[in-house]
C-alpha cells in the first residue's frame, strides 16, 4: 500500500521541529536551510504551512533531468541519485511547486525522498500537522488535486513518466 | 506499427520510452546521429569540468536499457524523407515508417569569421567537441570563447572550472541577451570579471588567423576593437540552428523550425516533430515558436508520442524557462520575463549582494521572471506562471515585495486569497 | 560541537567586523548565552559606565542548544548594563533568530562603542556587514523587518531590531525580532539605539552540530516525551498560553492591581485567557486565532490574535487587521490589570503597539498605572499629561500613552522615564512598583511571599523570571509551599535562581521547567558540548553566574540597600483574597537568603564563596 506525507497546516505551531529533523536525517547535521520540507510562516493570516514534495505522478523534475538522475523507486517516490546528478538545476526550474533545490554545498540537488519509507518530519512533529498515511486518505486527493493544477496538457500531466499505468 | 524516432536526444529517446508504454508490440526505431548511446548535450560542460566521465552525460543510465525496452538503436544520419512513400533515408537506405518523429535537434551555427575554419576553433556542441575540447584546453591556457549567450554561458563555467585563461568575446551589448535583461546580464558580467575573466561586449571577432610567430599552433584572434588576444583554443558558441536540411522537397513544410499543429504533426501525414527542431507552442504568448531547451524537448516527446500511438493529446505550449550557473551565480528566467505590453513590473536589484528579482505581471497573473542569486524554491515561479493562479490580493503585495513570490505561490496554492492583511473581513483559521 | 566556537564582534565606532574564536574555558565555566556573555560583559565594560555611552557594550549571545533539535532550542539574550537599571540586564528572547544566528556560524556577537550614523549589521552566514540604515530609521520594527527582508531579496532572513522607542532611548524599550518576541526588559532597546543601531538581520545556511549526535536525539527525544505528557506544557499553554494565569493569580489574591493598590482585580476575567478564546459579541470573533511556537518548541505558548477591526483603536487603521502577537499573561496583566483596564482589544492594540515601537510591555504598563496614581493624587494633571486624562481604567488613556510614548514627545517623555524616575520627578518615588529601577511584574508579593525576596535579589531589577518559585508556590512544581509564609523561600528562592541562571545559558525556554527539571536538561546539554555537564554541574554554573551578575551590580555601585521592596508591599496590607492583612515579609527572608548565598550581611560574597565557585 503506498503512503504519503499528509499535511494539515491548521495543526501547524511553525516550530519548525520537521526542519531540524529533516536536514539531521538527510545531512547529518541540524540546518533547516537545507531541509527538503520548509515551514512557510503567514505571520499575518496566523497560519503556517509545511510544505515539500508530494511525489507527484508527473515528474517534472524527472522528466527534466537531462541523464537520468532522478527515478522512481516502487513506492513511487522520486529520488535523486547524487552519484548521477550533475548539479545542472534543471530540474529546479521545472518543478513547478519548486520542491527541489539546488544545494550549493554539494553541488547537487535535494528533495524529498520519504526518507526511505519513514520520514523524519512526521516524527517529529509535535502536533500531527505532518503525518504519513495510506494515500486512500482524502488529504492525499487534495494534494494530488493541487499537483494536477500545474499539467500542461489537457487532464493529466503529459509529463508524467512513460510507464505510469 | 513501425514508428521510427529520428534523433536520440531527449524528445526522442522520451518519445521512444513512451511509446513503448502505450504499445508493448510495436516496432520502435530510435535513430542517433552520433555514434555514443544517446547522451545529453547539456551534461557536456559537466564532463568538461571533470565532475563526470563520458558515460554521466548518457540519457539513461541502466545498461541495456533500450534493449530492454525492445527500443533498436541505430546510428545514421538522415539524408531525405519521402512523406508519400513513408520512408526515411539513411545513408543512403530507405528505413519505411508508419509514423516518423523527427526530433533531430539543432547544431551550432559557425558565423561568417575569417578563420572560423581553422583547427584549434571549436563548436562546443557533442562529445566529439567536447574530446578534442578537453586536448586543448588546459590549465591556463589562454582560450577565446566566442559568444555568451545561454549555451555559451554554460561553456564559460567549464572552461573556467579547467582553469584556461579566458576572454568571452559577445557581440551582443551584454551577456545572455536572449535569457536575461541589462540589469541581469551586467550582474552576471560583473561577476565574471571579479573571477578574473576578461568579458568584452558589444564586441564582434573579426578575424581569426594562425600565429605568425612560436610553434605556428597558437591563434590571433582579431575584435572588431581593434584589439588582438592570442589563443590555443577558440570556442564558438554563437547560436544554433535546427537540423532540418534533409527536409528540403520532403513536403514537411519548415519556418523557423519544424511546422506542427497542437498535436505536433508536421504539414505531413503521419510526421510528428519534437524538440529544438520543432517550431510548436510557446505557453506564453500562444504562437509557434522554437524553444530549445530540455524540459521542453521532453514535452514534445511525451506528448508527439501519445499521439504517435493514438492517445490524442493536445500540446497547449511550452513555457520557455533557462537556469543557469556562473562560476557560483545561480540565475534564471521564465516566461515573458522582458514584460508585456500594458503590463506591470517589478524589480529589486541588490548589487552588492549579488541579488536580482525581476517579475512581469499581467492583469493579476504572473507571466514572467528573472532571478539572479535565487536558488530556494525557484521553481515556484514556473509554478505561478504556469497555472496562471490569479494573484488577487497577492498582485500587490508581489508588485511591491517581490522577493515573496514563494509564499504567494504556496499561499495561492493553499486557496490563501492573501486579502488577510489589507483587505477586510478576512477568513482566518482558529 | 553545540558551540559553533565563533564571536563577532562588531565596532560601531570604526564600522568594522571581526570573527574572534569563543573562549572555551570560559564556556567550559559558564556554559553560553547569559552566563557566558555575562562573562564577556564583566571582562569588557566599566561596571560604572553610563549604559547610554559607548562605553557600555550590547551582546547577543546564543547558548549550546540554540539552533538544536531540543525542543525551545532557540533562546538568544541581550546582555549589556540595562539602561533603566543602570545593573547587569540579560534579556531573553524566543522566535527564529536565535536559531538562525548559530546556523550563520556564530555563538555570540559583541557590539561596542558607537556608530557615528545609523546602521544596521547584515549577517549572512559569514559575512558580516554594516550597512547605512538611514532608510528605516524612524520606522517601526514591522517595517523595518520588511524593509530589510526587501533590501536583501530574502524573506528567510531574521530581523532583530529596535523601534522609534528604541531610537528615541525609552528607558523600557526592547529589541524585537521575528515581529513579536522581544529581549523584553531592562532597557536594551535603549542601549541599541544609543549606539545608532537598527537593526541585526541574520541568515544561516549552515549546520549546526552536537557532540554526540546519537546521545543527544535520545535525550532531545525524551525531553519532548516529558513536555508532552505534562499537564502545564502539553495542555495548559498551547492552549492558553501563560494567559492561564490570569484566573489562577487573580484568585489567590496576587495580581497587583492599579499600582498594586490591590491585589485582585475585578476586570480579570475580561482580559484572561478564556475571554481572549470566547467570540465576541461585536463580530463574532474570537480575539486568539492560534497559537504559534518558537524555533524548536514543541509546547508553542505563543498567541496570535486579531484585533476587532471595530473597536475604536483601529476602526480607521487598517493596517492593524492583520494577525500578530496576541497577549501574553505579563503583558496582559502589566496594560490590564496594573492600569485597572479591562478592554481586551485595547490591550491587544496596545500589546501590538509595544511590539511595534519596542516596548517593554511590562514596564510600560505598570509605568501608566503609576502615572495614573499620580495623576488621581492630582500630581499629574491635564495640563501636564498633554490633555490625557489618566484615569485607573481608561482605555483611551493607556492606548493613547502608548501610541505617545516611543515617540518620546511631550507627557509621552515622561512616560519613557519609567515608574521609577516619573514618580520621583513628582515627588512621590514610593509610588514606583520597582527594584533597582525595573517594575516587577505580575505577581503581588503580598499574595505570593516568595516572589518577594525573587524581585528584590533579582540582579536585573524586579523580575519573575529569574526565580519563578510561583511554580512551587502556587503551581506545586516541582513542590507545593505555602504562598502566605516566608518560610523556607530563601532556600527555594536560591535554588530556582540557580537553576534558572543555568537553563537561561543554555539556549531553551525556562517554560519548559514547569516540566523539566535539571535532570532534563542536562543530558541535553551534555550531548551537545563538551564538559562533562551533569545537573551538578549546571547548578554550580548557575551558582557562578549569579555572582558574577552580582559583582557586576556591587561593582556598579549597588549594595544591599537595594535589595528593597517598595513600601507599599511590606507596608500596607493587601485588602482582598487569601493574603488579605498581609504584607511582604521580605525582612524576614533577605538574611537566611544571604546566608545561603555564602555572601555577608551586607550582601556581599565572602571570598570563600568567590574562591568556592572560581569567579
Given at each position: 500500500?503506498?503512503?504519503?506525507?499528509?499535511?494539515?497546516?491548521?495543526?501547524?505551531?511553525?516550530?519548525?521541529?520537521?526542519?531540524?529533523?529533516?536536514?539531521?536525517?538527510?545531512?547529518?547535521?541540524?540546518?533547516?536551510?537545507?531541509?527538503?520540507?520548509?515551514?512557510?510562516?503567514?505571520h499575518h493570516e496566523a497560519r503556517f504551512v509545511p510544505y515539500t514534495c508530494t511525489q507527484c505522478a508527473e515528474a517534472w523534475c524527472q522528466q527534466a533531468c537531462p541523464v537520468n538522475a532522478i527515478t522512481t523507486d516502487a513506492m513511487g517516490v522520486k529520488v535523486v541519485h547524487e552519484n548521477l546528478c550533475v548539479g545542472c538545476k534543471v530540474c529546479t526550474i521545472a518543478c513547478p511547486f519548486g520542491t527541489i533545490n539546488y544545494n550549493a554545498s554539494t553541488g547537487k540537488v535535494i528533495k524529498c525522498d520519504l526518507c526511505q519509507g519513514n520520514p523524519?518530519?512526521?516524527?517529529?512533529?509535535?502536533?500531527?500537522?505532518?503525518?504519513?498515511?495510506?494515500?486512500?486518505?482524502?488529504?492525499?486527493?487534495?494534494?494530488?488535486?493541487?499537483?494536477?493544477?500545474?499539467?500542461?496538457?489537457?487532464?493529466?500531466?503529459?509529463?508524467?513518466?512513460?510507464?505510469?499505468? | 506499427?513501425?514508428?521510427?524516432?529520428?534523433?536520440?536526444?531527449?524528445?526522442?529517446?522520451?518519445?521512444?520510452?513512451?511509446?513503448?508504454?502505450?504499445?508493448?508490440?510495436?516496432?520502435?526505431?530510435?535513430?542517433?546521429?552520433?555514434?555514443?548511446?544517446?547522451?545529453?548535450?547539456?551534461?557536456?560542460?559537466?564532463?568538461?569540468?571533470?565532475?563526470?566521465?563520458?558515460?554521466?552525460?548518457?540519457?539513461?543510465?541502466?545498461?541495456?536499457?533500450?534493449?530492454?525496452?525492445?527500443?533498436?538503436?541505430?546510428?545514421?544520419?538522415?539524408?531525405?524523407?519521402?512523406?508519400?512513400?513513408?520512408?526515411?533515408?539513411?545513408?543512403?537506405?530507405?528505413?519505411?515508417?508508419?509514423?516518423?518523429?523527427?526530433?533531430?535537434?539543432?547544431?551550432?551555427?559557425?558565423?561568417?569569421?575569417?578563420?572560423?575554419?581553422?583547427?584549434?576553433?571549436?563548436?562546443?556542441?557533442?562529445?566529439?567537441?567536447?574530446?578534442?575540447?578537453?586536448?586543448?584546453?588546459?590549465r591556463s591556457a589562454p582560450v577565446v570563447l566566442v559568444g555568451a549567450g545561454f549555451i555559451g554561458s554554460i561553456v564559460l563555467e567549464a572552461l573556467y572550472e579547467r582553469g584556461c585563461d579566458l576572454t568571452v568575446v559577445e557581440i551582443a551589448p551584454r551577456m545572455v541577451a536572449r535569457m536575461m535583461d541589462d540589469v541581469a546580464g551586467g550582474m552576471l558580467k560583473r561577476w565574471c570579471e571579479a573571477k578574473g575573466l576578461r568579458v568584452l561586449t558589444n564586441t564582434r571577432v573579426e578575424r581569426i588567423a594562425k600565429s605568425a610567430n612560436g610553434s605556428?599552433?597558437?591563434?590571433?584572434?582579431?575584435?572588431?576593437?581593434?584589439?588582438?588576444?592570442?589563443?590555443?583554443?577558440?570556442?564558438?558558441?554563437?547560436?544554433?540552428?535546427?537540423?532540418?536540411?534533409?527536409?528540403?522537397?520532403?513536403?514537411?513544410?519548415?519556418?523557423?523550425?519544424?511546422?506542427?499543429?497542437?498535436?505536433?504533426?508536421?504539414?505531413?501525414?503521419?510526421?510528428?516533430?519534437?524538440?529544438?527542431?520543432?517550431?510548436?507552442?510557446?505557453?506564453?504568448?500562444?504562437?509557434?515558436?522554437?524553444?530549445?531547451?530540455?524540459?521542453?524537448?521532453?514535452?514534445?516527446?511525451?506528448?508527439?508520442?501519445?499521439?504517435?500511438?493514438?492517445?490524442?493529446?493536445?500540446?497547449?505550449?511550452?513555457?520557455?524557462?533557462?537556469?543557469?550557473?556562473?562560476?557560483?551565480?545561480?540565475?534564471?528566467?521564465?516566461?515573458?520575463?522582458?514584460?508585456?505590453?500594458?503590463?506591470?513590473?517589478?524589480?529589486?536589484?541588490?548589487?552588492?549582494?549579488?541579488?536580482?528579482?525581476?517579475?512581469?505581471?499581467?492583469?493579476?497573473?504572473?507571466?514572467?521572471?528573472?532571478?539572479?542569486?535565487?536558488?530556494?524554491?525557484?521553481?515556484?515561479?514556473?509554478?505561478?506562471?504556469?497555472?496562471?493562479?490569479?494573484?488577487?490580493?497577492?498582485?500587490?503585495?508581489?508588485?511591491?515585495?517581490?522577493?515573496?513570490?514563494?509564499?504567494?505561490?504556496?499561499?495561492?496554492?493553499?486557496?490563501?486569497?492573501?486579502?488577510?492583511?489589507?483587505?477586510?473581513?478576512?477568513?482566518?483559521?482558529? | 560541537?553545540?558551540?559553533?566556537?565563533?564571536?563577532?564582534?562588531?565596532?560601531?565606532?570604526?564600522?568594522?567586523?571581526?570573527?574572534?574564536?569563543?573562549?572555551?574555558?570560559?564556556?567550559?565555566?559558564?556554559?553560553?548565552?547569559?552566563?557566558?556573555?555575562?562573562?564577556?560583559?564583566?571582562?569588557?565594560?566599566?561596571?560604572?559606565?553610563?549604559?547610554?555611552?559607548?562605553?557600555?557594550?550590547?551582546?547577543?549571545a546564543t547558548g549550546p542548544l540554540t539552533g538544536t533539535a531540543a525542543s525551545t532550542g532557540g533562546r538568544y539574550s541581550v546582555i549589556t548594563k540595562g539602561a533603566l537599571t543602570n545593573a547587569i540586564a540579560c534579556s531573553n528572547s524566543g522566535g527564529y533568530w536565535g536559531a538562525e544566528l548559530k546556523f550563520a556560524g556564530w555563538d555570540m556577537i559583541i557590539l561596542e562603542g558607537r556608530s557615528p550614523k545609523p546602521v544596521y549589521l547584515a549577517v549572512i552566514d559569514d559575512k558580516a556587514e554594516l550597512h547605512d540604515a538611514s532608510g528605516i530609521w524612524?520606522?517601526?520594527?514591522?517595517?523595518?523587518?520588511?524593509?530589510?527582508?526587501?533590501?536583501?531579496?530574502?524573506?528567510?532572513?531574521?530581523?532583530?531590531?529596535?523601534?522609534?522607542?528604541?531610537?528615541?532611548?525609552?528607558?523600557?524599550?526592547?529589541?524585537?525580532?521575528?515581529?513579536?518576541?522581544?529581549?523584553?526588559?531592562?532597557?536594551?532597546?535603549?542601549?541599541?539605539?544609543?549606539?545608532?543601531?537598527?537593526?541585526?538581520?541574520?541568515?544561516?545556511?549552515?549546520?549546526?552540530?552536537?557532540?554526540?549526535?546519537?546521545?543527544?536525539?535520545?535525550?532531545?527525544?525524551?525531553?519532548?516525551?516529558?513536555?508532552?505528557?505534562?499537564?502545564?506544557?502539553?495542555?495548559?499553554?498551547?492552549?492558553?498560553?501563560?494567559?492561564?494565569?490570569?484566573?489562577?493569580?487573580?484568585?489567590?489574591?496576587?495580581?497587583?492591581?492599579?499600582?498594586?493598590?490591590?491585589?485582585?482585580?475585578?476586570?480579570?476575567?475580561?482580559?484572561?485567557?478564556?475571554?481572549?478564546?470566547?467570540?465576541?459579541?461585536?463580530?463574532?470573533?474570537?480575539?486568539?486565532?492560534?497559537?504559534?511556537?518558537?524555533?524548536?518548541?514543541?509546547?508553542?505558548?505563543?498567541?496570535?490574535?486579531?484585533?476587532?477591526?471595530?473597536?475604536?483603536?483601529?476602526?480607521?487603521?487598517?493596517?492593524?487587521?492583520?494577525?500578530?502577537?496576541?497577549?501574553?499573561?505579563?503583558?496582559?496583566?502589566?496594560?490590564?490589570?496594573?492600569?485597572?483596564?479591562?478592554?481586551?482589544?485595547?490591550?491587544?492594540?496596545?500589546?501590538?503597539?509595544?511590539?511595534?515601537?519596542?516596548?517593554?510591555?511590562?514596564?510600560?504598563?505598570?509605568?501608566?498605572?503609576?502615572?495614573?496614581?499620580?495623576?488621581?493624587?492630582?500630581?499629574?494633571?491635564?495640563?501636564?499629561?498633554?490633555?490625557?486624562?489618566?484615569?485607573?481604567?481608561?482605555?483611551?488613556?493607556?492606548?493613547?500613552?502608548?501610541?505617545?510614548?516611543?515617540?518620546?514627545?511631550?507627557?509621552?517623555?515622561?512616560?519613557?522615564?519609567?515608574?521609577?524616575?516619573?514618580?520621583?520627578?513628582?515627588?512621590?518615588?514610593?509610588?514606583?512598583?520597582?527594584?533597582?529601577?525595573?517594575?516587577?511584574?505580575?505577581?503581588?508579593?503580598?499574595?505570593?511571599?516568595?516572589?518577594?525576596?525573587?524581585?528584590?535579589?533579582?540582579?536585573?531589577?524586579?523580575?519573575?523570571?529569574?526565580?519563578?518559585?510561583?511554580?512551587?508556590?502556587?503551581?506545586?512544581?516541582?513542590?507545593?509551599?505555602?504562598?502566605?509564609?516566608?518560610?523556607?523561600?530563601?532556600?527555594?528562592?536560591?535554588?530556582?535562581?540557580?537553576?534558572?541562571?543555568?537553563?537561561?545559558?543554555?539556549?531553551?525556554?525556562?517554560?519548559?521547567?514547569?516540566?523539566?527539571?535539571?535532570?532534563?536538561?542536562?543530558?541535553?546539554?551534555?550531548?551537545?558540548?563538551?564538559?562533562?555537564?551533569?545537573?551538578?554541574?549546571?547548578?554550580?554554573?548557575?551558582?557562578?553566574?549569579?555572582?558574577?551578575?552580582?559583582?557586576?551590580?556591587?561593582?556598579?555601585?549597588?549594595?544591599?540597600?537595594?535589595?528593597?521592596?517598595?513600601?507599599?508591599?511590606?507596608?500596607?496590607?493587601?485588602?482582598?483574597?487569601?493574603?488579605?492583612?498581609?504584607?511582604?515579609?521580605?525582612?524576614?527572608?533577605?538574611?537566611?537568603?544571604?546566608?545561603?548565598?555564602?555572601?555577608?550581611?551586607?550582601?556581599?560574597?565572602?571570598?570563600?564563596?568567590?574562591?568556592?565557585?572560581?569567579?
Amino acid at each position: 500500500m503506498l503512503k504519503a506525507l499528509v499535511i494539515d497546516p491548521g495543526k501547524c505551531t511553525g516550530c519548525k521541529q520537521c526542519e531540524m529533523a529533516c536536514s539531521y536525517e538527510n545531512e547529518g547535521v541540524f540546518n533547516p536551510a537545507k531541509s527538503r520540507i520548509r515551514v512557510f510562516d503567514f505571520h499575518h493570516e496566523a497560519r503556517f504551512v509545511p510544505y515539500t514534495c508530494t511525489q507527484c505522478a508527473e515528474a517534472w523534475c524527472q522528466q527534466a533531468c537531462p541523464v537520468n538522475a532522478i527515478t522512481t523507486d516502487a513506492m513511487g517516490v522520486k529520488v535523486v541519485h547524487e552519484n548521477l546528478c550533475v548539479g545542472c538545476k534543471v530540474c529546479t526550474i521545472a518543478c513547478p511547486f519548486g520542491t527541489i533545490n539546488y544545494n550549493a554545498s554539494t553541488g547537487k540537488v535535494i528533495k524529498c525522498d520519504l526518507c526511505q519509507g519513514n520520514p523524519a518530519c512526521a516524527d517529529a512533529c509535535p502536533t500531527a500537522a505532518i503525518t504519513y498515511q495510506d494515500v486512500e486518505q482524502t488529504g492525499y486527493d487534495k494534494m494530488k488535486l493541487w499537483a494536477a493544477r500545474t499539467g500542461t496538457g489537457e487532464s493529466a500531466g503529459p509529463n508524467a513518466p512513460a510507464a505510469r499505468h | 506499427m513501425h514508428h521510427v524516432i529520428l534523433g536520440a536526444g531527449p524528445a526522442g529517446v522520451t518519445a521512444a520510452e513512451t511509446l513503448r508504454g502505450l504499445d508493448p508490440d510495436a516496432r520502435i526505431t530510435l535513430v542517433s546521429g552520433e555514434p555514443e548511446p544517446p547522451y545529453s548535450r547539456m551534461a557536456i560542460p559537466y564532463l568538461l569540468e571533470g565532475g563526470i566521465g563520458e558515460s554521466g552525460t548518457y540519457l539513461r543510465q541502466q545498461p541495456g536499457h533500450y534493449d530492454r525496452l525492445g527500443i533498436e538503436v541505430m546510428h545514421a544520419r538522415a539524408g531525405g524523407l519521402d512523406a508519400a512513400s513513408k520512408r526515411l533515408f539513411l545513408n543512403g537506405d530507405a528505413l519505411p515508417y508508419d509514423k516518423l518523429l523527427i526530433s533531430t535537434g539543432a547544431s551550432p551555427v559557425t558565423p561568417p569569421i575569417e578563420g572560423a575554419n581553422l583547427p584549434r576553433v571549436h563548436t562546443c556542441w557533442t562529445l566529439a567537441d567536447a574530446r578534442r575540447i578537453m586536448e586543448l584546453a588546459d590549465r591556463s591556457a589562454p582560450v577565446v570563447l566566442v559568444g555568451a549567450g545561454f549555451i555559451g554561458s554554460i561553456v564559460l563555467e567549464a572552461l573556467y572550472e579547467r582553469g584556461c585563461d579566458l576572454t568571452v568575446v559577445e557581440i551582443a551589448p551584454r551577456m545572455v541577451a536572449r535569457m536575461m535583461d541589462d540589469v541581469a546580464g551586467g550582474m552576471l558580467k560583473r561577476w565574471c570579471e571579479a573571477k578574473g575573466l576578461r568579458v568584452l561586449t558589444n564586441t564582434r571577432v573579426e578575424r581569426i588567423a594562425k600565429s605568425a610567430n612560436g610553434s605556428g599552433e597558437e591563434l590571433r584572434v582579431s575584435l572588431s576593437d581593434g584589439g588582438t588576444i592570442p589563443a590555443q583554443l577558440v570556442v564558438m558558441a554563437a547560436g544554433v540552428r535546427p537540423n532540418v536540411g534533409f527536409l528540403v522537397g520532403s513536403g514537411v513544410v519548415v519556418e523557423a523550425g519544424i511546422r506542427v499543429d497542437d498535436h505536433l504533426r508536421t504539414t505531413a501525414p503521419d510526421v510528428y516533430a519534437a524538440g529544438d527542431c520543432a517550431q510548436a507552442v510557446d505557453l506564453s504568448t500562444g504562437m509557434h515558436d522554437v524553444l530549445a531547451i530540455q524540459p521542453t524537448a521532453v514535452e514534445h516527446g511525451r506528448i508527439a508520442a501519445l499521439n504517435m500511438g493514438g492517445r490524442r493529446t493536445r500540446h497547449r505550449g511550452s513555457l520557455n524557462m533557462n537556469v543557469l550557473d556562473t562560476m557560483g551565480l545561480i540565475s534564471s528566467s521564465f516566461g515573458l520575463w522582458q514584460g508585456v505590453q500594458g503590463g506591470a513590473s517589478a524589480k529589486i536589484v541588490d548589487e552588492g549582494g549579488w541579488r536580482y528579482l525581476r517579475l512581469e505581471i499581467d492583469g493579476d497573473r504572473l507571466v514572467g521572471a528573472q532571478a539572479v542569486g535565487l536558488t530556494e524554491h525557484v521553481g515556484m515561479l514556473r509554478g505561478l506562471i504556469q497555472t496562471g493562479l490569479r494573484l488577487g490580493a497577492w498582485r500587490d503585495k508581489l508588485l511591491s515585495a517581490p522577493e515573496r513570490a514563494a509564499e504567494a505561490y504556496v499561499a495561492l496554492a493553499q486557496g490563501m486569497t492573501g486579502h488577510g492583511w489589507t483587505g477586510p473581513r478576512t477568513k482566518t483559521p482558529v | 560541537m553545540g558551540w559553533t566556537s565563533k564571536i563577532l564582534r562588531v565596532n560601531l565606532t570604526e564600522g568594522t567586523a571581526k570573527s574572534e574564536p569563543l573562549n572555551m574555558d570560559w564556556a567550559a565555566k559558564y556554559l553560553g548565552q547569559r552566563g557566558l556573555a555575562s562573562r564577556y560583559l564583566v571582562e569588557e565594560i566599566d561596571p560604572r559606565c553610563d549604559p547610554l555611552g559607548p562605553g557600555n557594550k550590547l551582546i547577543f549571545a546564543t547558548g549550546p542548544l540554540t539552533g538544536t533539535a531540543a525542543s525551545t532550542g532557540g533562546r538568544y539574550s541581550v546582555i549589556t548594563k540595562g539602561a533603566l537599571t543602570n545593573a547587569i540586564a540579560c534579556s531573553n528572547s524566543g522566535g527564529y533568530w536565535g536559531a538562525e544566528l548559530k546556523f550563520a556560524g556564530w555563538d555570540m556577537i559583541i557590539l561596542e562603542g558607537r556608530s557615528p550614523k545609523p546602521v544596521y549589521l547584515a549577517v549572512i552566514d559569514d559575512k558580516a556587514e554594516l550597512h547605512d540604515a538611514s532608510g528605516i530609521w524612524g520606522t517601526s520594527v514591522w517595517q523595518t523587518d520588511e524593509w530589510i527582508k526587501k533590501r536583501h531579496q530574502d524573506p528567510m532572513m531574521h530581523v532583530s531590531a529596535i523601534g522609534v522607542a528604541g531610537e528615541n532611548q525609552v528607558l523600557y524599550s526592547c529589541i524585537v525580532n521575528d515581529l513579536h518576541r522581544a529581549a523584553g526588559r531592562s532597557g536594551v532597546g535603549a542601549v541599541m539605539g544609543s549606539k545608532n543601531l537598527k537593526a541585526i538581520a541574520v541568515r544561516g545556511t549552515g549546520g549546526v552540530r552536537v557532540r554526540d549526535f546519537k546521545a543527544f536525539m535520545a535525550a532531545a527525544n525524551a525531553g519532548k516525551k516529558v513536555l508532552r505528557d505534562n499537564a502545564v506544557t502539553g495542555q495548559g499553554l498551547p492552549t492558553h498560553g501563560t494567559q492561564v494565569l490570569m484566573n489562577v493569580i487573580n484568585e489567590v489574591g496576587a495580581l497587583p492591581t492599579r499600582n498594586s493598590r490591590d491585589v485582585q482585580f475585578e476586570g480579570a476575567h475580561d482580559i484572561s485567557a478564556e475571554a481572549m478564546a470566547t467570540p465576541r459579541k461585536t463580530d463574532g470573533r474570537k480575539n486568539l486565532l492560534t497559537n504559534q511556537a518558537c524555533f524548536g518548541c514543541t509546547i508553542a505558548c505563543g498567541r496570535i490574535s486579531k484585533i476587532d477591526e471595530s473597536h475604536y483603536t483601529v476602526r480607521n487603521k487598517p493596517e492593524y487587521w492583520h494577525a500578530s502577537g496576541g497577549l501574553e499573561y505579563e503583558a496582559a496583566w502589566a496594560l490590564g490589570a496594573a492600569t485597572g483596564v479591562n478592554d481586551l482589544e485595547a490591550l491587544t492594540y496596545t500589546n501590538f503597539i509595544c511590539n511595534e515601537q519596542g516596548l517593554d510591555p511590562i514596564s510600560f504598563g505598570a509605568t501608566v498605572g503609576a502615572a495614573m496614581e499620580l495623576y488621581e493624587l492630582g500630581l499629574l494633571s491635564k495640563e501636564t499629561t498633554g490633555g490625557l486624562e489618566m484615569k485607573f481604567g481608561s482605555a483611551e488613556a493607556l492606548t493613547r500613552a502608548a501610541e505617545l510614548v516611543g515617540k518620546a514627545e511631550g507627557f509621552g517623555k515622561e512616560l519613557g522615564l519609567g515608574s521609577a524616575r516619573l514618580t520621583a520627578k513628582h515627588g512621590k518615588p514610593e509610588l514606583a512598583m520597582t527594584v533597582k529601577g525595573q517594575e516587577f511584574p505580575a505577581y503581588d508579593p503580598r499574595g505570593i511571599q516568595g516572589m518577594g525576596l525573587t524581585y528584590a535579589t533579582s540582579n536585573r531589577g524586579a523580575c519573575h523570571l529569574r526565580s519563578y518559585t510561583v511554580s512551587s508556590e502556587i503551581l506545586g512544581i516541582p513542590h507545593k509551599t505555602d504562598p502566605l509564609v516566608t518560610d523556607g523561600k530563601a532556600g527555594l528562592v536560591k535554588a530556582f535562581q540557580d537553576a534558572t541562571a543555568a537553563v537561561d545559558s543554555t539556549g531553551l525556554c525556562v517554560f519548559t521547567t514547569f516540566a523539566w527539571t535539571l535532570n532534563d536538561i542536562a543530558p541535553q546539554v551534555d550531548a551537545a558540548v563538551e564538559g562533562g555537564w551533569t545537573p551538578e554541574k549546571m547548578l554550580e554554573a548557575g551558582e557562578r553566574i549569579w555572582n558574577l551578575e552580582r559583582q557586576f551590580n556591587m561593582r556598579a555601585g549597588f549594595t544591599a540597600a537595594d535589595d528593597r521592596l517598595p513600601d507599599r508591599l511590606v507596608k500596607e496590607a493587601a485588602r482582598t483574597g487569601p493574603a488579605k492583612g498581609l504584607v511582604n515579609g521580605l525582612d524576614k527572608m533577605l538574611p537566611e537568603y544571604y546566608e545561603l548565598r555564602g555572601w555577608t550581611k551586607d550582601g556581599v560574597p565572602t571570598n570563600e564563596t568567590v574562591a568556592r565557585l572560581a569567579l
